[in-house]
């Protein structure tokens, strides 16, 4: 249902890989950034990157699947 959602939405699965890889990318500046702030922003900024972590295997899934139905 979701796929087929999305495939008529204009979505295809090399979007979404993008988009898993773009998460990986704002992770990783995220992460970095959480080292620049002071001790008592740090937890929460580091919390933030974590989030964004777990963003991109949900991406590569719905990928997988919108290419499969392609």
């Known amino acids: ?14 979007h979404l890989h993008l988009a898993s890889l773009g998460s990986i990318g704002l992770c ?4 970095i950034r959480a080292k620049t702030v002071d001790q008592d922003e740090r937890g929460n900024a580091e919390r933030r990157a974590l989030f964004v972590g777990l963003w991109p295997p949900m991406f590569w899934l719905i990928g997988d699947t919108l290419d499969r139905r392609e």
Request: proline fraction near 0%.
């Open 1 to 14: 249902m979701l796929a087929k959602t999305l495939l008529r939405a204009g979505l295809r699965g090399w």
């Open 28 to 31: 990783i500046t995220l992460w």
